[in-house]
């Protein structure tokens, strides 16, 4: 995922900046054949009802105004959530309200899966920047309306149903959990271990070596010593203070 900074400063609500907290994040889709996210962002210097980002399946992300900046992109959750666009595929053509005929389910397929895992990252990184909860502070537009704090829409579901995209918004919300958790995971790099003094960094061989002559350090019923690093280093630090209060 990129994101781009694009910002709208020729909009009044740009200009303006009425600050928001941001307690939810709202799901769009533009509701028009278009993937590209750069003319959603050059139209936006002159819209009244535009979301914080939009973006296209490659994983670009066009940021338009300041994440807690109040917009008009949803109804009454405007004064406490952040918007963000999915761009829609170039096969559909809508017939009648949010209904649509598609040319090439496929490419269109593809379009979808990419905006959708694009929303998905950037939805993990807005919860963990803003200290969500992805599983409650995550709605979609359509659910912002059913709940009476949204206009009467119906995306991105609509989009996802009549294509047979399989996508739910249940889902989205255990997909950004889970990239969430991933990223967590990944951030905590494992810890090293030792199964012998040869192993450990140099600064710490002759004091493990002490300790494992004293019997404080022992190996397991394979020989091996099994010590992570900051087990090493507490241990080291222990014998170390012991050593100076003898002195003393």
């Known amino acids: 995922?990129?994101?781009?900074?694009?910002?709208?400063?020729?909009?009044?609500?740009?200009?303006?900046?009425?600050?928001?907290?941001?307690?939810?994040l709202v799901l769009h889709s533009v509701g028009c054949p278009q993937p590209s996210?750069?003319?959603?962002?050059?139209?936006?210097?002159?819209?009244?009802?535009?979301?914080?980002?939009?973006?296209?399946?490659?994983?670009?992300?066009?940021?338009?105004?300041?994440?807690?900046?109040?917009?008009?992109?949803?109804?009454?959750?405007?004064?406490?959530?952040?918007?963000?666009?999915?761009?829609?595929?170039?096969?559909i053509r809508y017939t009648s309200g949010a209904t649509f005929v598609?040319?090439?389910?496929?490419?269109?397929?593809?379009q979808v899966t990419g905006t959708y895992n694009t929303a998905v990252a950037l939805f993990a990184w807005l919860c963990q920047r803003f200290g969500l909860d992805p599983n409650k502070d995550i709605i979609s537009h359509a659910e912002a309306s059913a709940a009476g704090i949204g206009t009467d829409h119906v995306d991105p579901e609509h989009l996802w149903r009549q294509l047979g995209a399989g996508y739910t918004m249940d889902g989205f919300r255990r997909d950004v959990a889970e990239?969430?958790?991933?990223?967590?995971?990944?951030?905590?790099?494992?810890?090293?271990?030792?199964?012998?003094?040869?192993?450990?960094?140099?600064?710490?061989?002759?004091?493990?070596?002490?300790?494992?002559?004293?019997?404080?350090?022992?190996?397991?019923?394979?020989?091996?010593?099994?010590?992570?690093?900051?087990?090493?280093?507490t241990m080291i630090v222990c014998q170390r203070m012991v050593d100076e209060q003898k002195e003393t």
């Open 1 to 24: 995922m990129q994101i781009i900074p694009a910002f709208v400063t020729q909009n009044p609500l740009y200009q303006q900046y009425t600050r928001i907290p941001v307690r939810k």
């Open 37 to 91: 996210a750069a003319v959603f962002a050059r139209q936006w210097q002159t819209a009244r009802y535009f979301a914080h980002a939009v973006l296209q399946a490659d994983g670009t992300v066009y940021q338009v105004v300041p994440w807690d900046c109040r917009l008009m992109h949803v109804g009454a959750a405007n004064a406490y959530s952040i918007g963000v666009e999915m761009t829609e595929p170039d096969c």
């Open 102 to 110: 598609c040319s090439d389910r496929a490419r269109a397929l593809a």
């Open 179 to 233: 990239a969430m958790a991933k990223e967590d995971r990944e951030e905590v790099p494992d810890m090293p271990r030792y199964d012998s003094v040869a192993e450990m960094p140099q600064w710490a061989r002759a004091d493990a070596q002490r300790l494992i002559d004293r019997g404080a350090l022992q190996g397991n019923t394979d020989g091996k010593l099994d010590v992570s690093e900051d087990m090493l280093r």
